[in-house]
């Protein structure tokens, strides 16, 4: 079974370009580019949560555009992607706006892919959201919704994107909430494993609104240790497995909640990352990621998941080629035939982000 015939939706992708455009790594991209020595080595003056979480910080002190993912794409028939947020910095209310004004402004679908949609920043607990929401409407006709930078580890050696724990559960989140719900707006929710329970009670409080659970819950350590103590041992790492196991169960019992096939080579989950340029084999991939791919088909079907390379994120674990390779056979092995594949490589995520139909030949 392979994705020959389909019109492939890459439904997370992430563009910037960090000496151009304000970014929370701009500071550090330029130091590193312009400090008299490898990057390689130059990386070793930044934190160890950091470097965990980068695995190849080459990648962040370029800009990657429409042109880089390209050419990293092989074969994959990719006709149409998403675009999701990605740290963009700046201090004015609706300043998360310019990021979805700068993608909407790039070269897609000349001779890359088109650009079918556009998840963008906002924080529903901060003031002025709504007018936030206005803001990112007026820049671009694709955009879908936004992504909260929520992710919170509770060990100090994994890298949090939030300054504490329970951001999804405070009262202003959930009031801010709303206005998505009221505009038709979908949610991404990229957060770690434990937090996947406030996920699920987002979802309870509004089943109006389409909650996109990014990453699988990003279950840090479950293939190796990271930080402190997290994934420490293969024992440790099993708990990590049955936790997650029942959570994502939970979370799937909402038919307002589908979920991403992606991110599964994030270093962060604690896979070796192996040397620039030579993507893991999918072999190896397989049996790491095997059993939570099968639990997600069993827990979502189908019918709610969705493909996403999460380039160039994933970049120094695997290439989107491998990516798509390793949740073709794991379909493949699940009973899965061409209309769970057409499912899980386009139509779902043409219908969750409102993807032009004419994008897709």
């Known amino acids: 079974m392979d994705l020959a015939g389909i019109s492939v939706v890459d439904a997370h992708?992430?563009?910037?370009?960090p000496l151009t455009t304000p970014r929370d790594f701009s500071l550090l991209?330029?130091?590193f580019r312009y400090v008299p020595?490898?990057?390689d080595v130059a990386a070793r003056l930044a934190p160890r949560r950091d470097r965990e979480f980068v695995g190849d910080p080459d990648i962040y002190v370029r800009p990657y555009l429409p042109a880089d993912y390209r050419a990293d794409l092989g074969a994959v028939p990719v006709e149409a992607l998403v675009h999701v947020e990605v740290e963009w910095a700046g201090k004015a209310p609706a300043a998360k706006a310019d990021e979805t004004r700068w993608v909407a402004s790039l070269p897609f679908g000349v001779d890359t892919p088109a650009l079918g949609a556009i998840v963008g920043s906002g924080d529903p607990a901060a003031e002025g959201f709504a007018a936030l929401i206005d803001a990112h409407q007026s820049a671009s006709s694709l955009f879908r919704g936004i992504r909260t930078m929520v992710a919170h580890h509770p060990d100090p050696g994994v890298r949090s994107f939030c300054p504490?724990?329970?951001?999804?559960?405070?009262k202003a989140f959930l009031d801010g909430f709303a206005v998505l719900a009221e505009r038709g707006l979908s949610f991404d929710a990229w957060v770690y494993s434990h937090q996947l329970p406030e996920v699920t009670a987002l979802a309870q409080r509004y089943p109006e609104v389409t909650v996109v659970l990014d990453h699988l819950g990003t279950p840090a350590g479950i293939f190796g240790p990271v930080g402190k103590h997290t994934g420490a041992n293969p024992g440790v790492r099993r708990d990590l497995f049955v936790r997650w196991r029942d959570d994502i169960a939970t979370l799937a019992a909402h038919p307002n909640v589908v979920a991403k096939v992606s991110g599964m080579a994030m270093p962060i989950l604690g896979h070796p990352v192996p040397v620039r340029g030579n993507p893991t084999p999918v072999p190896e991939l397989l049996e790491r990621a095997a059993p939570l791919l099968h639990h997600a088909l069993d827990v979502f079907g189908a019918q709610r998941l969705i493909w996403g390379s999460n380039f160039p994120v994933d970049?120094?674990?695997t290439s989107v080629a491998?990516?798509?390779r390793v949740v073709v056979d794991v379909l493949a092995d699940h009973g899965g035939g061409?209309?769970?594949l057409e499912q899980i490589f386009r139509g779902n995520a043409q219908r969750v982000y409102g993807i032009d139909a004419e994008l897709l030949t």
């Not at 992708?13 to 370009?17: E, T």
């Open 338 to 340: 061409a209309a769970e």
């Open 315 to 317: 970049k120094p674990i």
């Open 29 to 31: 991209a330029k130091v």
């Open 322 to 324: 491998n990516s798509a």
């Open 164 to 170: 504490a724990p329970g951001a999804l559960t405070t």
């Open 13 to 17: 992708v992430h563009q910037w370009d």
């Open 37 to 39: 020595m490898s990057i």
